[in-house]
């Protein structure tokens, strides 16, 4: 896994430029979990203009730039969904069950609940189905 915040940074940067937001957004978030990164000064293009007298001065400021491409995207994200119309929300905010249950590798436990929800939901006609997350009793 690659350990300099500048190339992640420029990567992400690109990303978000070209409109992959999402992928921009996942390589900002892998390059502020990386546990030891190199010095900033060693990757800066020109050399050695980030701020800060020590690495790890150095180190937090580029943390801080990625901090800020997320707020970015998050932004980007929120101005583009209240561009939607009513019908295109509802659209975006909906998924069929077997699309959900064909996309994502579910497990048993997974499916009872999903199917205990149908079930509820075709009896009652509400998805509205309380059950304690600690002890599962409804």
Not at 5 to 25: I, N, P, Q
Not at 29 to 51: F, M, Q, R, Y
Request: glycine letters at 4%.
């Amino acid at each position: 896994m690659p350990r300099s915040l500048v190339v992640s940074l420029l990567h992400a940067k690109l990303l978000a430029a070209l409109g992959f937001l999402h992928d921009s957004e996942k390589e900002c978030i892998g390059a502020l979990e990386v546990d030891n990164p190199t010095d900033p000064w060693e990757h800066d293009i020109p050399l050695g203009s980030t701020c800060g007298d020590i690495c790890n001065a150095r180190i937090k400021t580029k943390r801080q730039e990625i901090a800020c491409i997320i707020d970015t995207i998050v932004r980007i994200a929120k101005l583009e969904f209240s561009k939607l119309s009513e019908e295109h929300v509802v659209c975006f905010l909906t998924i069929k069950v077997r699309d959900f249950l064909d996309q994502n590798e579910i497990n048993s436990e997974n499916i009872s609940a999903i199917t205990e929800a149908i079930e509820h939901y075709k009896s009652s006609h509400t998805w509205v189905l309380w059950r304690c997350p600690c002890c599962g009793i409804s």
